[in-house]
């Protein structure tokens, strides 16, 4: 069904692109992690910008819509994953916002919790509409 056929192609794009030791910059990506300690676990926080240039928007009323899935996986020094994180960021944007992606780009404000000792964390943004891929291995400064 639909279904089936949306999340098959979602979910092996997004592992393949986890799984490939290079970065993909089909979506360029300008991001950053840090480590941060909160009141209970340590947290990972991934910070930065989503270039739009290969996303594709459909126009819907007065807005442009667009969605895409982001995956963070962090691991420790030994290549063990401490954490991870899914999700899907649905774009709404008037024609204000959009010009303003278009120039600066999407901003992305991620964070999840580690189990232990998180060294180095993998980005992966996936857009279904463009079959787009963005990859970026990012060390996670204290």
């Known amino acids: ?3 089936e056929r949306w999340i098959g192609p979602k979910i092996s794009r997004i592992l393949s692109a986890t799984a490939f030791p290079e970065s993909i910059d089909d979506i360029e990506l300008d ?8 009141e209970g676990d340590s947290e990972v926080v991934v ?8 996303i594709v928007f459909d126009r819907k009323d007065t807005f442009h819509t667009g969605r895409l899935e982001v995956a963070l996986f962090a691991v420790d020094r030994r290549n063990r994953l401490v954490g991870e994180r899914w999700l899907t960021l649905d774009l709404s944007l008037d ?4 010009q303003a992606v278009l120039r600066d780009g999407i901003p992305l404000d991620a964070r999840f919790a ?5 060294m180095r ?3 992966v943004i996936y ?3 463009a ?8 060390p996670v400064r204290r």
Request: charged content about 35%.
């Open 1 to 3: 069904d639909d279904i």
């Open 31 to 38: 991001l950053d992690a840090r480590l941060s300690k909160g």
């Open 47 to 54: 910070r930065g910008t989503i270039a739009s240039s290969k």
């Open 95 to 98: 024609e204000n916002e959009h």
């Open 114 to 118: 580690v189990r232990s000792d998180a």
């Open 121 to 123: 964390v993998k980005v």
């Open 127 to 129: 857009d279904f509409a």
């Open 131 to 138: 079959d787009a891929v963005g990859s970026v291995t990012l």
